[in-house]
């Protein structure tokens, strides 16, 4: 079997959040393979420590998949401040004498350094089109995770882990390595925290991460972390206002001072997203269709919204409002081929990530969150059947099958784009509706 296959039957899907099906990625010809190391979310501590306990598993990974995209140089991107983690990884390369392929390169420590057209630009200074894809400047873009996993594949095993990270305002900061369909609560009391009902739950890192609505879901191959604050928290409540709200607040407030323009790291890199003109059309009900495109551009880092402005309103949410609207016209953003240069104040407006923490409230709980030995077991998993880019996954087993950990349970549709899954647990299978393959362990 040729390595693209090994990864496609091993279900790999983008471990750092968006749960695009590496397979379908590293199909494409690139020059450059880009490690994405940056885990530029504050309080989220997985990457950073993936990569020094396992630096040869996930060079080896990383290499195997640079040379699947053609690529002729692998660089590994990690902030500069993670530097007893760099210098494992510098001594591994040498180590495993691929110093001519792979490289380590330093990022700052900035937010969003993990976004991944920033991190095109700091690795290799190129600039990814407006709404463009890394591969339209020669580059494929994957997470340490995903490089972990890749190595796994290689030995044979699919996905049926995730590690995650538990922090935010709680007695235990930790990471952890689960089965995939984990119950979330399950994880969340690891924290040492039994009753939530005065608690909410982020999933994911603070700034991108959605407030959940219930805690009741399952651990899926793209979570990466739960931050648990109090519900009164500053951002909690931002995180929540209603988009209604949102909307009121922003028509009587935007004095257009243009801070969130300023300050937006895709504006920056030389795109066209200008958050104050959303603001501006959404103040006005202006009509001009073709300004408002430029709404399909915001990568919704969030730093317009819990950073830049200085009257505390909703920025992105004006842009994904002016969005929303455009989709439902059917009106698209034409990219037209033009020169891409950065802004000339980029390197003055870059976000220091310490003063991110502070102006979140955040200060108190950015600790480490070391990896756990402790183990969960759950009784049952739910396996959802759609946690990637794609279609969801068929299921190939029904209630009552036998199943053991690591098996086939959920196929790609034939000529769609998805990624299989597999038991994450040994058991019995109790149902495969609703989203779900369900296992109890025997
Ligand atoms: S949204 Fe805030 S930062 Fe942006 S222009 Fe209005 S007041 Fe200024
Ligand atoms: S969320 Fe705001 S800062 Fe981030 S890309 Fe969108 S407009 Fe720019």
Redo the contacts with the bound molecule.
């Keep these: 079997m040729n390595l693209l296959d090994m990864i496609k039957d091993a279900g790999i899907i983008g471990a750092g959040g968006a749960g695009f099906p590496t397979h379908a990625k590293l199909a494409s010809k690139a020059e450059y393979i880009l490690m994405n190391g940056a885990e530029c979310e504050p309080l989220l501590r997985v990457d950073q420590q993936l990569m020094a306990m396992y630096p040869e598993e996930i060079i080896k990974g990383f290499e195997a998949a640079g040379k699947l995209a053609g690529a002729q140089q692998a660089i590994i991107g990690i902030k500069g401040k993670h530097k007893e983690v760099i210098a494992i990884l510098r001594d591994k390369i040498q180590a495993l004498q691929l110093g001519e392929y792979v490289a380590v390169k330093e990022l700052p420590d900035v937010y969003p350094a993990g976004d991944e057209q920033v991190l095109v630009y700091e690795l290799t200074g190129r600039i990814v089109p407006e709404a463009g894809i890394p591969i339209h400047v020669g580059c494929v873009v994957v997470n340490s995770e995903t490089a972990l996993n890749i190595y796994k594949a290689i030995q044979g095993k699919p996905v049926t882990e995730k590690y995650i990270t538990v922090a935010g305002d709680i007695p235990n900061r930790l990471t952890v390595k689960v089965p995939v369909g984990t119950p979330v609560m399950d994880v969340l009391k690891l924290s040492g925290i039994e009753n939530f009902d005065d608690y909410a739950v982020i999933d994911g890192g603070p700034m991108m991460g959605p407030v959940m609505a219930n805690l009741n879901g399952f651990v899926t191959k793209k979570s990466k972390g739960y931050v648990i604050l109090k519900k009164q928290h500053h951002l909690i409540r931002r995180k929540t206002v209603k988009t209604e709200q949102a909307r009121r607040i922003n028509r009587a ?9 300023d300050l937006c790291p895709r504006y920056l890199l030389g795109h066209n997203m200008q ?2 003109k959303m ?1 501006r059309t959404l103040a006005y009900s202006l009509k001009d269709m073709e300004e408002q495109k430029i709404a399909y551009l915001c990568c919704q880092c969030n730093l ?1 919204e819990l950073f ?4 505390g ?1 909703y ?1 992105k949410s004006a842009n994904m409002m002016v969005k929303q609207s455009l989709m439902e016209q059917n009106l698209r953003f034409q990219a037209k081929p033009k020169e891409y240069a950065v802004r000339t104040a980029r390197a003055y407006r870059l976000l220091p990530s310490k003063r991110l923490v502070a102006r979140l409230g955040l200060k108190d709980f950015d600790k480490p969150a070391p990896v756990t030995e402790l183990e969960l077991r759950p009784e049952t998993v739910q396996i959802a059947v759609c946690q990637h880019v794609g279609a969801p996954a068929v299921p190939a087993v029904k209630a009552g099958d036998r199943v053991t950990e690591g098996q086939l349970i959920g196929t790609v549709p034939e000529g769609s784009l998805g990624a299989p899954i597999h038991a994450s647990i040994s058991g019995t299978v109790l149902e495969t509706e609703n989203g779900f393959i369900a296992i109890r362990r025997d």
């Design positions: 407030t935007c004095e257009q001072c243009r801070m969130c323009t958050p104050h603001m317009c830049a402005c200085p009257a309103l920025p």
